[in-house]
């Protein structure tokens, strides 16, 4: 069984994304995330760029919820974002708490433990 689908009908060819290529679509909109939500806050981004990120980050969690579980994208791709716009806001402060790091700390390890039951069969 292929862990590809295809995107979407033409007449040469489906398109087709593999798992792989779904997760790095993730990461990437989780980190254009933190480029939009920092935008809102910070006007040292641009507005173009803002605007140009929120909807790439969007696109690609789309793309991405064709092959992978869109509960599981969702939380991967926001949690991301969070822990990036935390990280942001305390580089722009100059401090952040241990609390805070430890906070990130488990996001991060619940991220990750979500990324490796994707797709996996849960009790029915």
Sequence with gaps: MSDKIPLEKTDKKDKVISKNKAWLYVALGGALEIVWASGFKYEAVPQILVLI????????????????????????????????????????????????????????????????????????
Excluded at 58 to 63: A, W
Excluded at 75 to 84: D, E, M, S, Y
Excluded at 98 to 122: D, S, V
């Design 53 to 124: 990120s929120l909807l790439t980050s969007f696109d690609l969690i789309i793309r991405a919820t064709k092959v992978l579980p869109v509960g599981t994208v969702y939380a991967v791709f926001a949690g991301l974002g969070t822990v990036g716009t935390v990280i942001v806001e305390a580089i722009a402060e100059g401090s952040i708490s241990a609390a805070k790091i430890g906070l990130i700390l488990m996001l991060l390890l619940f991220i990750f433990g979500l990324k490796l039951t994707a797709g996996k069969e849960g009790i029915r």
